[in-house]
C-alpha cells in the first residue's frame, strides 16, 4: 500500500503530531508549529480535494480514492510534480473547527500520508484533476467521526502548495439524528424592469435554461419553491405572445408536488423597505395598463408532477397545448386582471424571506403587520444562545421565524453551485460533514433544522440533485418539509441585527418617496394606472434582493431609474415667454404648455399677478395632447395704473395637485393707451369726415355758379338775337302746321301780356 511505502515519512509527520499536541488543543493536533523546513509555497497555484464517490466512508479493506484538482496560475511552469493525500490525526469536532480548517491553518499541517500521485508537468494557466486511491484501512475510526484530510503538491520533495478538505467516517448512526428542511427561490436576475420579455423568458425557460435547470433539480423533492411573482405574471401578460418553452415551464411549475410560497415581487428586499420607514412593503397596483381580461393567458393548475422514490421528477412528457381556453369558468374572464395575473396555487402565502444578514429590530414586527407571519432568517443573522443546540423554529422579538442553520447552508450553496468534479467532491464531502457534527451537536433530542439554497442560479441540475442524494443517504439526516421545521417547538432566539448600508436605505426612501409624487403627478391622466402600475413595477424590479450581491450594477441601475423618474415629473411643463404689454383693458395673454408623454393630459393654469395692475379671470383648464405642445388664452383685465407686472403661471392637476414648476411671464400695462388712440382714432375720423364734407358742399356751391352762369349767358344770347327787352320772361312757344301762335300757359297772349282775364 501507498501508507506503507514510506514508513519514514510517515514516521516523521507521527512524531510532529506528537510534538504540536504537547503545544496546542486546536482542531487537529492541529497545524504544525512552524511551517516544516521543506515548505516553499508558489503564488498562484491552487488546490481543491475530496472523495471521488460518496463522501461517506464505511467499507473497511476496500480501496478508496480522491480527487484532486490543481490549478497553475503563478506563471511558472511546473514540471515532475507529485500530489500527496494525508488525514490527520485528531478528527475535527465543531462545526466552528471544521470552518477553521476548511479556511486553511496557516502552516502546512501534518498527519498521516495516504497516498500520492504523480502529475507529470503543469503549464501555466493550467487544470489537471488527479485521482489518488487511499486505503479504507487508514481511515478507520471507531466511531462516525469528521476526518480532515490535507492535499501537498510536490517537486522533489518541496512543498509548492496545499489545501485542506474533509471526509466522514461512517460507523453506524451513533451520532443522533436531525431532520432538515430546504427552502430554494425560484427566481431571475436582478432586472430594470417590473415585466421579463418574452425573449428573456424564452432563454430562461428553454431546455438549459436557469428556470428551467432549477426545476430539473427540485421537482418531486422535500425542498419548498419561493416564487418571484414577477416571473408568473411575465408570462400571463404576453398572453398569445408568450414563448411556448414559458407557458409549458408555467405548467410544470404548478404541477409540482413541491410546497410553495410567494417571494415579494420582483423578489424586492423587505428589510430595506422596513429601514427605509415604509408602512408597509410595496405591492404591485395593477397591471390593466399591459394586459386585459380576454388577452391573459389561461390560468390552469396542471396535474401535479409524478416522483421516484429518491425524490427525482421522472419524466413526463411536455403538458399538451390548450387550443382553445375556456372562457366561461375561467378566472380571467370578465374578472379582475390583476387577481387573474397574480394568481397561483400556492400552498402558504404567509412567509416572508428576507435577504440574508439584511434584518434589524423592527423589520419582523414590520413583515407581521402585513400578514407576514413567518420569516425565514439566516442563521449569521441571529445570535448563538447558550445551552442545548436549537432547532430551526424561533420566536424572536415575539415574532414568529425559522432561522437556517449557518453551516449546512453555507454547504449547500458550495454543493450546488461546484463547476468541476473536484469542487463538487469537496462541497459533497462538506456536506455531510457538517450535518455529522450538527446531528451529534444535539445528542439525542430530535431537531428539525432549515437550510436555504442561494438566491444564485445553480450552474447545473445535477448538482442539485446530487446534493438532495447526498443528504437523503447519510444515515443521520431525515428531510422534512418546511411546514414541519415551522411548526417544531420554537426556542427563543435573539436578532443581531445587521442593518443594510445607510447609502442604500436612503437611496430607497427616495425613490419610495417619488413614487408617491409619480401617483400624485398621475392625476393628469384620465386613467392615473398608464403611468403608475408600470413605474411600482420598475421600482420593486429596482428592489430586488440581487442587487445586493451586484452593488456596482444596482448603483447604475438605481440611478437611471431616479433620473427616468425626474423626467416622467418635469414630462408636463410650461414654456417660458418673453415679456409682452397690455395695452388695453381686456385682453389675453398666450401660455404654451409642452407634453412629453405618450399620454394626453388635463390641466389647470392658474397665473397670479404680482399686483392689481393687472387682474386675472381665473384658472383655465386645457387638454395637451400626446408629445405636443398646446398654446391656450387666459383672460385678464387691465386694473388701476400703469407699469409692470410680474405674471406666476403654474399647472395643477383636475385634482388640485401641483404639476411642473411655475414659470415667470413678465408684462407691462399701459391700458390708458387704449383712450388715447381711440381719441386720436375719433378726432381722425371726425377731420376726415368734415373734409369730406367741406368737398361735398364747396362741390355744390361750384356746381350751383356753374349753373347760374350758363341761364345769363343763354338770355343775353336771346336779347341779341330777337330784339325782347332784358326783364321779359322767356316763353314756350310750339308753331303749328299753319304757322300761328299758340296760347302760352300762365295766361300770357302771343304778345307777351296778359289776356285781361278774357
Request: net charge negative; hydrophobic share 45%.
Given at each position: 500500500?501507498?501508507?506503507?511505502?514510506?514508513?519514514?515519512?510517515?514516521?516523521?509527520?507521527?512524531?510532529?503530531?506528537?510534538?504540536?499536541?504537547?503545544?496546542?488543543?486546536?482542531?487537529?493536533?492541529?497545524?504544525?508549529?512552524?511551517?516544516p523546513a521543506h515548505a516553499a509555497e508558489v503564488e498562484g497555484v491552487t488546490m481543491i480535494v475530496g472523495p471521488s464517490g460518496s463522501p461517506l466512508i464505511t467499507d473497511v479493506g476496500d480501496t478508496t480514492s480522491f480527487t484532486v484538482e490543481t490549478s497553475n496560475a503563478s506563471g511558472r511552469f511546473l514540471d515532475d510534480v507529485e500530489v500527496v493525500v494525508s488525514v490527520g490525526v485528531r478528527s475535527v469536532g465543531s462545526t466552528d473547527a471544521l470552518e477553521e480548517w476548511l479556511a486553511g491553518p496557516s502552516a502546512v499541517p501534518s498527519g498521516t500520508e495516504l497516498g500520492r500521485a504523480a502529475i507529470g508537468s503543469l503549464s501555466t494557466g493550467g487544470t489537471v484533476t488527479t485521482r489518488v486511491d487511499v486505503d479504507t484501512a487508514d481511515l478507520e475510526r471507531s466511531a462516525t467521526t469528521v476526518l480532515p484530510v490535507f492535499v501537498e503538491l510536490e517537486d522533489e520533495g518541496e512543498t509548492i502548495s496545499w489545501a485542506t478538505g474533509v471526509a466522514v467516517w461512517g460507523a453506524?448512526?451513533?451520532?443522533?439524528?436531525?431532520?432538515?428542511?430546504?427552502?430554494?427561490?425560484?427566481?431571475?436576475?436582478?432586472?430594470?424592469?417590473?415585466?421579463?420579455?418574452?425573449?428573456?423568458?424564452?432563454a430562461w425557460t428553454s431546455p438549459l435554461g436557469?428556470?428551467?435547470?432549477?426545476?430539473?433539480?427540485?421537482?418531486?423533492?422535500?425542498?419548498?419553491l419561493a416564487i418571484d411573482p414577477?416571473?408568473?405574471?411575465?408570462?400571463?401578460?404576453?398572453?398569445?405572445d408568450a414563448p411556448e418553452s414559458a407557458v409549458a415551464w408555467l405548467d410544470r411549475l404548478a404541477s409540482l408536488t413541491n410546497e410553495t410560497f410567494p417571494l415579494a415581487y420582483a423578489d424586492a428586499d423587505l428589510a430595506v423597505q422596513s429601514q427605509a420607514g415604509l408602512s408597509s412593503p410595496l405591492q404591485p397596483l395593477t397591471f390593466d395598463d399591459v394586459a386585459d381580461a380576454d388577452s391573459l393567458l389561461p390560468n390552469e393548475t396542471a396535474t401535479p408532477e409524478a416522483s421516484d422514490a429518491a425524490g427525482t421528477p421522472a419524466a413526463t412528457e411536455e403538458p399538451a397545448a390548450t387550443e382553445e381556453p375556456e372562457t366561461e369558468d375561467d378566472a380571467t374572464a370578465g374578472g379582475d386582471v390583476t387577481s387573474a395575473v397574480l394568481d397561483f396555487p400556492y400552498t402558504r402565502t404567509d412567509i416572508a424571506w428576507p435577504a440574508?444578514?439584511?434584518?434589524?429590530?423592527?423589520?419582523?414586527?414590520?413583515?407581521?403587520?402585513?400578514?407576514?407571519?413567518t420569516a425565514i432568517v439566516a442563521g449569521t443573522n441571529v445570535r448563538a444562545g447558550d445551552g442545548p443546540a436549537p432547532g430551526a423554529a424561533a420566536s424572536i422579538s415575539?415574532?414568529?421565524?425559522v432561522v437556517s442553520e449557518a453551516g449546512v447552508t453555507d454547504a449547500l450553496r458550495a454543493a450546488e453551485s461546484a463547476t468541476s468534479g473536484a469542487e463538487w467532491s469537496a462541497a459533497n464531502a462538506r456536506l455531510a460533514a457538517v450535518l455529522a457534527l450538527v446531528a451529534a451537536d444535539g445528542g439525542s433530542s430530535e431537531r428539525t433544522l432549515l437550510a436555504t439554497f442561494d438566491r444564485t442560479q445553480p450552474v447545473a441540475a445535477d448538482r442539485v440533485r446530487t446534493a438532495l442524494t447526498t443528504i437523503a443517504d447519510l444515515p443521520w439526516t431525515e428531510q422534512a418539509t418546511l411546514s414541519e421545521a415551522i411548526g417544531a417547538p420554537r426556542s427563543t432566539r435573539t436578532l443581531a441585527a445587521t442593518p443594510e448600508a445607510a447609502e442604500r436605505v436612503d437611496r430607497v426612501r427616495s425613490m419610495a418617496a417619488e413614487d408617491g409624487e409619480i401617483a400624485e403627478f398621475a392625476s393628469v391622466l384620465d386613467d392615473p394606472a398608464q403611468l403608475t402600475s408600470g413605474h411600482r413595477r420598475d421600482l420593486l424590479a429596482q428592489l430586488s434582493a440581487g442587487w445586493l450581491y451586484e452593488p456596482t450594477g444596482w448603483d447604475a441601475s438605481s440611478t437611471e431609474f431616479i433620473r427616468f423618474t425626474n423626467e416622467v415629473l418635469d414630462a408636463v411643463s410650461i414654456v417660458p415667454s418673453s415679456e409682452f404689454t397690455v395695452i388695453s383693458r381686456e385682453s389675453g395673454i398666450l401660455v404654451t404648455i409642452e407634453n412629453d408623454l405618450p399620454h394626453p393630459v388635463n390641466v389647470v393654469i392658474s397665473v397670479d399677478p404680482s399686483n392689481g395692475r393687472l387682474l386675472v379671470d381665473g384658472p383655465v383648464e386645457a387638454t395637451v395632447e400626446p408629445d405636443s405642445r398646446g398654446t391656450y388664452t387666459i383672460p385678464v383685465q387691465a386694473g388701476v395704473g400703469n407699469g409692470a407686472v410680474a405674471l406666476l403661471v403654474s399647472l395643477a392637476s383636475p385634482t388640485g395637485v401641483p404639476v411642473g414648476t411655475t414659470v415667470r411671464y413678465g408684462a407691462n400695462v399701459q391700458a390708458d393707451w387704449e383712450g388715447i388712440g381711440a381719441a386720436v382714432l375719433g378726432g381722425a375720423l371726425f377731420v376726415l369726415f368734415a373734409l369730406g364734407f367741406w368737398r361735398i358742399v364747396r362741390r355744390r356751391r361750384h356746381e350751383r355758379a356753374a349753373a347760374a352762369g350758363g341761364d345769363d349767358t343763354a338770355a343775353?344770347?336771346?336779347?341779341?338775337?330777337?330784339?325782347?327787352?332784358?326783364?321779359?320772361?322767356?316763353?314756350?312757344?310750339?308753331?303749328?302746321p299753319a304757322g300761328s301762335a299758340t296760347d302760352a300757359p300762365g295766361g300770357m297772349d302771343s304778345d307777351g301780356g296778359t289776356d285781361g282775364g278774357r
Open positions: 500500500m501507498a501508507a506503507e511505502a514510506i514508513p519514514e515519512r510517515r514516521l516523521r509527520r507521527l512524531l510532529a503530531v506528537s510534538s504540536v499536541a504537547a503545544l496546542t488543543a486546536g482542531l487537529f493536533a492541529g497545524a504544525s508549529a512552524t511551517a453506524g448512526d451513533d451520532i443522533g439524528s436531525v431532520s432538515l428542511a430546504m427552502a430554494a427561490p425560484i427566481t431571475v436576475p436582478s432586472q430594470d424592469s417590473g415585466l421579463y420579455s418574452a425573449e428573456l423568458l424564452e436557469m428556470l428551467t435547470r432549477r426545476l430539473d433539480g427540485l421537482a418531486g423533492s422535500e425542498v419548498a414577477a416571473i408568473i405574471a411575465s408570462i400571463r401578460v404576453l398572453g398569445a440574508d444578514d439584511t434584518l434589524a429590530e423592527g423589520d419582523l414586527a414590520f413583515l407581521d403587520d402585513a400578514g407576514l407571519t415575539g415574532s414568529a421565524a343775353d344770347d336771346a336779347t341779341g338775337a330777337g330784339g325782347a327787352s332784358r326783364g321779359d320772361e322767356p316763353s314756350s312757344v310750339d308753331a303749328d
